[in-house]
């Protein structure tokens, strides 16, 4: 992948992309808390390798567990522009991501973001995700009343069994919410935690998983057939 700036008002940031040689599905991958798309590097290049254009812009480090509104605002802005920049007028993208990163592209889908009563965030949806892949999925964010009825795009949603930061229960709530209108595709993997999605996770964390490689690459070639559809 080669990495390339873009501008944000006054502000610069990176993004990395690979621009398919023909036209292809395009990917928009949106990186957890920690920022750096290379942290998930095998899903990333069998994306590549199925032909995909990808496109995952980089973001600082989240300095708390719980964002902030101008955290979620600057990420959400970003990834819509990193697609003016790198898809065709009228093309569609899938949304591919994890925890924070995931509950984002809900967001850009059309659900409202709320982080408490009143405390509405304000995400302008993006019309060009018409299919979202969704890693550990932190869905606290919706669960004001009908903060998920305009999402109508298919989902897959994939959970580790021993996932404390982003639970199951997280993962299986969006798929009962969104029951009466759409069907939730959730995986679920015993024994993966939270970081077991990534191939760089966290310091000082403890790998649940005995053969993470194989999940790694199990996982990442089932988001490739979702995506290509």
């Not at 621009?19 to 920690?34: H, K, N, Q, T």
């Not at 809900?106 to 408490?116: E, N, T, Y």
Request: glycine share 8%.
């Amino acid at each position: 992948m080669q990495t390339q700036t873009l501008q944000d008002g006054t502000e610069s940031f990176k993004v990395s992309v690979h621009e398919a040689e023909r036209i292809s599905p395009v990917v928009l991958f949106a990186v957890g808390a920690g920022g750096q798309p290379e942290r998930h590097a095998t899903l990333l290049n069998a994306l590549a390798e199925s032909g995909c254009t990808v496109i995952a812009p980089h973001f600082e480090r989240l300095a708390s567990p719980v964002p902030s509104e101008a955290d979620l605002t600057l990420r959400a802005r970003r990834l819509s522009l990193a697609l003016d920049a790198f898809v065709q007028p009228g093309a569609t993208a899938a949304g591919v991501g994890h925890s924070i990163g995931a509950a984002t592209l809900v967001a850009l889908a059309g659900a409202q973001m709320w982080l408490g009563p009143g405390r509405r965030v304000n995400i302008a949806p993006d019309s060009r995700l018409t299919r979202l892949a969704l890693l550990a999925p932190a869905t606290g964010f919706f669960q004001a009343p009908g903060a998920l009825d305009a999402v109508r795009v298919p989902i897959l949603a994939w959970a580790g069994s021993e996932d404390g930061i982003t639970p199951p229960a997280q993962t299986e709530w969006l798929a009962h919410a969104m029951r009466d209108w759409q069907t939730v595709d959730v995986r679920v993997t015993a024994g993966a935690g939270h970081f077991s999605f990534m191939d760089l996770p966290p310091p000082q964390t403890t790998e649940p998983l005995p053969n993470k490689q194989a999940f790694l690459r199990e996982y990442s070639s089932e988001v490739c057939k979702f995506v290509v559809g």
